[in-house]
């Protein structure tokens, strides 16, 4: 193994989810900004910035290619649905002080996948999978029991992001192109709502002061700069390694909302929590055996079912 190559991978998947692991803390800064006007924005300057990456790299025929096949560009069209609800439900969930509930949502991500496997792929589980699903819907039922109400903001950002990666696994399209894409295709809708402000006479950045604006443009970049760090850590790593990373990002999340957003965490979400935590030592324990077992690489591992983005 080339220790070099390794550490660097390290190093790249640390920083992509380190980024992601740190939204609230950014995304908060825009709190007296609505939701809706920050996926606008983050969609806008996000294909702004990445078509000048398109550029200097030279990809534009990749995407002209896509474009020009309906039937891949229909798939990217569910993504970019999928993509864009998941965005606009954490940024709901951060404006909203319902962070914990945001990070247990990524925590049931990859438990998710492998419920999605079955039902859509028709994929076989072992019994490691099946203890991690039955223990992920143990810690739904006891979010209705206890706590009271139906976690929708933990499944609809599992399933929205859940989803999304089962569509994005059937596009043979690079991070790259099919991130301009996707926010591509969501500026139609974002240009209908930007045209309602102005109507409203709120302009499109100019009620903002220099600070927002600021942050508001950087959120583009902010959404490829992760994306591209992943990409190079996949590019190093073994999937089983890239696995273990996975968990970083809502791990930040749950330590933030605690720590430095002073959300409340009830004993009985708290035992969500730990259901779900041993649901993923059981999924971690199923992938890595996957991984280890040359007769199973067939089966791949369950870890790379997730494509992280946010």
């Not at 825009?30 to 030279?58: D, N």
């Not at 002209?64 to 229909?74: A, E, K, M, S, W």
């Not at 925590?107 to 490691?128: D, H, Q, S, Y």
């Not at 935590?277 to 992938?287: N, P, Q, V």
């Amino acid at each position: 193994m080339n220790v070099g190559r390794h550490l660097a991978g390290i190093g790249f998947g640390l920083l992509a989810y380190g980024i992601w692991g740190f939204f609230p803390l950014f995304f908060r800064q825009l709190a007296h900004v609505s939701p809706l006007e920050v996926l606008c924005h983050r969609a806008l300057w996000a294909c702004v910035f990445v078509g000048l990456l398109l550029s200097a790299q030279r990809k534009w025929r990749q995407v002209r290619l896509t474009v020009g096949n309906p039937r891949q560009l229909l798939w990217l069209s569910l993504a970019a649905l999928l993509i864009g609800s998941n965005w606009l439900i954490f940024l709901w969930a951060v404006d909203s002080r319902q962070v914990v509930a945001s990070s247990l949502g990524y925590f049931l991500t990859p438990l998710i996948n492998v419920l999605l496997g079955l039902l859509v792929l028709k994929e076989t589980l072992n019994r490691w999978e099946w203890f991690a699903v039955g223990l992920a819907l143990l810690a739904v039922v006891n979010e209705i029991v206890a706590v009271g109400q139906l976690p929708w903001i933990s499944l609809a950002l599992a399933g929205t992001f859940g989803t999304y990666g089962l569509v994005r696994k059937r596009l043979p399209i690079d991070v790259l192109c099919g991130l301009w894409l996707e926010t591509a295709l969501m500026l139609p809708i974002c240009a209908l709502y930007l045209g309602w402000r102005w109507q409203q006479g709120l302009a499109l950045l100019g009620d903002h002061d220099v600070m927002t604006v600021s942050l508001l443009i950087s959120a583009g970049a902010l959404t490829a700069l992760p994306l591209l760090a992943f990409s190079a850590a996949t590019q190093r790593l073994d999937l089983a390694s890239v696995g273990m990373l996975i968990y970083i990002n809502p791990t930040l999340q749950f330590v933030i909302a605690i720590q430095l957003f002073g959300e409340p965490l009830q004993a009985a979400r708290l035992l969500s929590f730990a259901l779900i935590w041993l649901g993923l030592l059981a999924f971690s324990i199923s992938a890595w055996r996957k991984y280890r077992c040359p007769n199973d690489q067939a089966m791949g591992v369950a870890a790379s079912k997730i494509h992280l983005r946010q």
